[in-house]
């Protein structure tokens, strides 16, 4: 695992400069066989590379031994000429010496492995990279830097403290400790319970703001769902016709609403199917609105509402009037909009954007970005809920260390001597 990797950091193709990183045990005696010498460390070197002598390019040269490095281990980056001559001839080199080309992730599976950060650190990187929006971006920096990581580290100290004190309880009933050490276990345990319950409540907000939030459009036929969508993403996503029953399956637009990523979904005109190619597109419809962030339902204003998209009506729907144009019949709660005329567009977007932002987490506190983290931190509560109805001392302590132990899973980090360390210390017993 250790040995010597390299991989190319830039761009794929050609462009002024290609970015190689290397890493791992080896890399300094490979840097010094390419450049003649090793560089100093931390400071860009022009060096003139060269391979059982044959030059292969002229590079800036940076030499980053470890453990101060991305990776935690001896560490170097070559910034070549971009084109693929250069990069294949320095690559042909890399592996004569030893080197291999790295897996996906593998340099930050070492940083990980080698103490440089912990899990949630390493995704925030990786969403980092994938991120379309500025606040995707603001997000996953936040977990990148620790955002998540700081306030599982305050949980699990606090978890930690408990369970030295129940911990002691058990080991050492005859020495001087507090009588009511049990009832302050369990307070302490339920403030905790609640703190990390209010996270898991949050609807799941950053989770929908890195992966993105579903919006259905549904509605009768003719209803004008299809030229909504095609107003909504500026273009001829979807087919318009006067015929009823034109979209018969779904059809999908990608749109940025306030920062947020949104799929818009067209579906096909609620009503009883005159065939099974229309049956199956309305039980496709009907499938979108059950896993929709959002249902934007659209009326005809020229027409009386339809039972089908009446019976969908709830919190999760946004109501529209379409063809306020052609007509004026009430809807309670309804946008008025054309998309014939444009009226009513601008306000129709501002909603889309209102509602975007309150499903999706805009905010500055760390959140749960990926369903591995509510998953431990679900365990680490269902473990806490346990410990009121655990009679012995016993498996109260054995509550709170799985508690702990779920809560560890979102860091990757398990330190059993830090229990010892707060038992022996907080309570001198052996002194």
Known sequence: MSGPIFALA??????????????????EELVAVLCGALPEPRRASLRRLTHEGVV???????????????????????HLHGGPAVLAAVTEALVALGARPAEPGEFTRRAFLNG???????????????AETEAQRRQALRQAEGGLAARHAEWAARLTRLLARQEAFIEFEEEDLPTDLDV????????????????????????????????????????????LLNALSGRDAAIVSARAGTTRDVVEVRLILAGVPVTLADTAGLREAADEIEAEGVRRALARAEAADLRMLVFA???????????????????????????????????????????GLDELRARLEGAAAARAGLGEEAALTR????????????????????GLPELRAEALRNALRALSRLTGRVDVEQVLDLIFGEFCIGK
């Open 301 to 343: 204003a020229d027409a009386e509402p339809d039972a089908a998209t009446l019976s969908l009506l709830g919190p999760e729907a946004l109501v529209v009037a379409n063809k306020s144009d052609l007509g004026d019949v009430a809807i309670e709660g309804a946008i008025r909009v054309s998309a014939r005329t444009g009226e």
């Open 184 to 227: 302050q276990v369990s307070l302490a345990a339920g403030v905790l319970r609640e703190e990390m319950a209010a996270l898991l409540a949050d609807g799941g907000r950053a989770e929908k703001l890195r992966d993105g939030l579903a919006i259905a459009i549904l509605g009768a036929p003719n209803a004008g769902k299809s030229s």
């Open 10 to 27: 830039s761009g794929a193709g050609r462009a002024a400069v290609a970015l190689l990183r290397l890493s791992g045990a080896g890399v």
């Open 116 to 130: 440089r950060m912990d899990l949630t650190a390493a995704e925030g990187i990786a969403d980092l990279i994938a």
């Open 371 to 390: 369903p591995r983290h509510r998953a431990a931190l679900r365990d680490a509560v269902e473990w806490l809920d346990r410990l009121p109805l655990a």
């Open 56 to 78: 292969l390019d002229r590079a800036l040269v940076l030499w980053l031994p470890g453990p101060g490095s991305y990776t935690g281990e001896d560490s170097a980056e070559l």
